[in-house]
């Protein structure tokens, strides 16, 4: 064969490699309103910057015709490219061929891809749309997955992995996802479960649709498996772009700081107003972030599960931090279950990826009620304690108003090795809330008063006046600073900068035993 026949053989192989399972196939998966694995890459990276790998490989399985119908690929595109100028590695699978089932060369290219990113020390993000184990390879699909998985774990914590979910997720393909860092899934188009709505059918007698079932809105406010919801695609893969801006390559880099041109010492005279003077009166903890973050730009995780806590990252002069907020606006900002694993988790990626962690509290307590204890409340709150306990990044607290009883303690304390604890004037830190306390360690007196009710109201004042404050626990250094609010931003940019060379480290173990 002449040269020129080769280089013509090779484009006609790239060109058929590229069709994945054909024009047809194709056509329908933009019927159902996606988009082909390719599109997707696309509007991922940084345009021209895709290289692919294992282009031509085939699967050699025999079973059910399989024999018949190689396609090259097999199912799966992966490679690498750049995120804003950054290495990231990526696979994609192809539903254009056997629906993205995962066959044993699907899971062996997965397997090289995820190798590869850890070597080099780089993100590697999976776009998943796949009908699970291919199901005429058997047991070679299971073994695939599992490998996959033993990748996901062994590289846990050491680079970012992210998950977009953008078709369905079934079976053994939603197993990969979970163990990953993010998922980020798209309304209407985008399915995560075990089993299907038939099989749940069948066994539950439930009638469920996919979407009721594992649709992007349930997981992303009912289970918190997804991190991330959007409309389209195109949002989807924006919003990894955006997410991917704030994170190391690896563990043993820090994150990337940006060139800030908002003011360290722009002080917000509103943030002094901001905290009703009504002990019980709610306000919004996201319009306080919003006021202290660069240029007011503040990018939420897992917004729509358990609001009561809002996490997610920003810059604060430039430098990348993870945020940790109670929200008073929902449920007063009580911490239960939910919103103890979504803090815990959070608060474990960032240490683990060398992220400060600024955290902004005002918490009447744990929530109480047999809900919350028969579902494990200790169990849950005792994750987000071990979180903060165990991390060695720079760590910071605002005390906005309440700092209660066990919350005080697990938001992030001085004893839990809390670098920095600022509180604003309007901080109540005690060991619980001024009406609990008083109906227990008044009661005597209560009872015996001519009016109860004005008895119990004199004690609450006499407790709020004396405990309900910052100074006592600043007295004992528990805080370092009271700080006017406005000053916030300017203060929080100091102590960061400070720590920049904070070092710190645990006693030598296998790993810790963290209630799960
Ligand atoms: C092989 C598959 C497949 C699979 C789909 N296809 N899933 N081929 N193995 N797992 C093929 C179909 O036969 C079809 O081929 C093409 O992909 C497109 O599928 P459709 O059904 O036409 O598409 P759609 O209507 O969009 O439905 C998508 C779907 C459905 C919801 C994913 O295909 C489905 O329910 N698939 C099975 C899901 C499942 O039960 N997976 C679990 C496998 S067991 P043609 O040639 O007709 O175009 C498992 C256990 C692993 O994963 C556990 C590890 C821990």
Known sequence: MSRERKILELKEKTEQAR??????????QHQKGKLTARERINLLLDPYSFEEIDMFRVSNADAFGLQDKQIYGDGIITGYGTIHGRLVYVYSFDFTVYGGSLSKVVAEKIVKIQAMAAKVGAPIIGINDSGGARIQEGV?????YTSIFLNNVLYSGVIPQISAVVGPAAGGAVYSPALTDFIFMVRNTSFMFLTGPKIVKAVTHEDVSSDELGGADVHSTKSG???FTYDS???LFEGIRKLVCFLPQNNLEEPPSVECHDPVDRLDAELNYIVPDEPHKPYDMKAILLKILDNGDF??????????IIIGFGYLNGHVIGLVANQPKYLAGVIDGNASIKAARFVRFCDAFNIPIVTFEDVPGFMPGTQQEFTGIIRHGAKMLYAYAEATVPKITVITRKAYGGAFCVMNSKHLRGDVLYAWPSAEIAVMGPEGASEIIFA???KAAEDPEAKLQEKISEYREKFANPYVAASKGFVDEVIEPKLTRYKLIKAIEMLHNKRDENPPKKHGNIPL
């Open 19 to 28: 069709l994945g399972g054909g024009p047809e196939a194709i056509e329908k």
């Open 140 to 144: 070679d699909s299971l073994a695939g």
């Open 225 to 227: 498996i997804s991190h």
């Open 233 to 235: 695609e195109k949002e």
């Open 299 to 308: 990018f939420e995780i897992q917004e729509y599960f358990a609001p009561n």
């Open 444 to 446: 005597k007196e209560i």
